[in-house]
């Protein structure tokens, strides 16, 4: 089992910024991919980047290439997610994944079902 838990959201005017971080605890080492993801309601959860363990691959979503970067900090069993230039339209919940199985396509790990683990979601609200 592995335990996630995020912190850093809250309420930020547009143009600004956000860290968010996810604390994984359990069988971490066995993770090989951490992804975030946002959901708002009615709407179907939404890839958002992610991260490969080995080698520190790193995707994103079109809508926040530029703007959000991913990162890890093994020692700490941490993710991270750096959210620049904010826009009302990043509002949402985010959510913290991690997936266990090998796979090294680029279609792997971009579908919320590829992923094993989940955190319980923080609030990112941007005002205009």
Do not use: H
């Not at 005017?13 to 993801?37: H, I, N």
């Not at 309601?41 to 994103?60: L, S």
């Not at 230039?85 to 994944?97: F, G, I, N, R």
């Amino acid at each position: 089992q592995v335990q996630l838990v995020e912190s850093g959201g809250g309420l930020v005017q547009a143009g600004g910024s956000l860290r968010l971080a996810c604390a994984a605890s359990g069988r971490t080492f066995s993770s090989y991919v951490m992804g975030w993801f946002r959901q708002v309601p009615g709407k179907e959860r939404e890839f958002v980047a992610r991260i490969r363990w080995t080698g520190r691959r790193t995707d994103y979503a079109d809508s926040v290439r530029g703007r959000f970067t991913i990162s890890g900090d093994n020692a700490k069993n941490t993710v991270y997610l750096q959210m620049n230039s904010l826009k009302p339209e990043d509002t949402a919940v985010y959510y913290c994944a991690a997936g266990v199985s090998y796979c090294p396509s680029n279609g792997c790990y971009v579908d919320s079902r590829d992923y094993d683990y989940w955190g319980q979601g923080t609030q990112v609200a941007v005002s205009s």
